[in-house]
């Protein structure tokens, strides 16, 4: 009965993920295509992902920018409170790995550098279509790591 609706829980978490968004130092251009990505006219909301406001109900924390030393401990903070299992993407080059900002004495660099990051997205900026893509292949991902445990879990017992 728990396998049966910790299946479940998974289906429905891929097939309508909740995403937040956050930038953590971006100079805004990757958080209009972020937003882009969510209007009608690319409409990722057909994928079932739709926008939340608070990490706690959150699958997918979207960052974009570089992380800024003033705002890495909130990014840490934002990461904690999502739940179990949660991905990050790392929206931009910026995201990725520090981008036009690398070396400059404020930032930290990319987002991986204060969080584990699941997914990268490069581009300056980040066209929504690579955002959906993105999203959609790294829900894919996990779909097949799922499936993949179920299976070694089958073998394991010897059942089927
Ligand atoms: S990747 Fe380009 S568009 Fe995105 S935050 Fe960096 S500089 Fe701005």
Partial sequence: MIKAVKKL???ARLKSPWVIHFNTGACNACDIEIVAALTPTYDLERFGVLQKGTPRHADVLLCSGPVTMQLQDRLVRI?????????????GTCACSGGVFEG?????GGIDEAI???AYI???PASPDAIIDGVTKLLKSYEDAEKEKLKNKKGGTGGK
Avoid: D, H, R
């Fill in 122 to 124: 490069p581009g300056c």
């Fill in 104 to 108: 400059c004495y404020s930032m930290l």
């Fill in 116 to 118: 584990p990051v699941n």
């Fill in 79 to 91: 990461y904690e409170q999502l739940p179990e299992p949660k991905f990050v993407v790392a929206v």
């Fill in 9 to 11: 829980i998974t289906w």
